[in-house]
């Protein structure tokens, strides 16, 4: 089945940046490497699929993944890379780059010490890596919870809905400004206020902030 082509662009402009900065302090700290974006933004029935396959707790329904707002990716590792440090999609064959990921031993040789590089790529920068529990190799998000509060915060404010303070708390007043952004956005803006563990929002009311200009 065709899936979203990974594209740094998709991504929130934080998570985008983390990115980059991740892939070349991987390059530095590992020569010869390169980190492919294999995934970044994933459509609801993507991450259906993801669930079913058993790659993913969240199954699209209940609940929404970060890759649903643009706010987690996930990425490979190769070696024998040349020049290039960070590759949308996979590598072409021609290259010859290896990659490492289902080796015996790839999670702790790749994966943890690339996880352990986020928080100097960006201090909100989380890796799957580090998890104790479903330890997810390849991922990396924005996190925690407060900060993405705070990114969405500032999505509301620079379309002029009022949010108070940007403290990543998602109290009455974001509460509020996110169901008039989600009459804006066409969007049912009561399912922006389901209980989260992830996000206050329905993952369409933040991509709309994300892809439209001011509308206040």
Known sequence: MSRTPPKLADLHPRLASAVVALADLHRDANPGTALCLIWGLRTPEEQRRAHAAG????DGVKRHSLHAYGLAADLWVYTDADDTR?????????EGLQL????????????????RLCAEADPALEAGALWRTFRDGPHVQI?????????L??????????????DGVDGPKTR?????????????????????????CHPEIFRWLMTTKTVT
């Open 55 to 58: 790659r993913s707790k969240i």
């Open 86 to 94: 960070l590759y949308e999609n996979r590598p072409p064959k021609a």
């Open 100 to 115: 490492q990921l289902l080796q015996r031993g790839s999670l702790r040789r790749w994966y943890i010490p690339l996880g």
């Open 143 to 151: 996190g925690p919870r407060s900060e993405r509060v705070k990114l």
């Open 153 to 166: 915060q500032a999505a509301l404010g620079d379309h002029g809905f009022a949010v108070g303070k940007v």
């Open 176 to 200: 509020a400004a996110l169901r008039a952004a989600g009459e804006h956005a066409g969007c049912d803006w009561r399912a922006s206020w389901r209980q989260s563990r992830l996000m206050p």
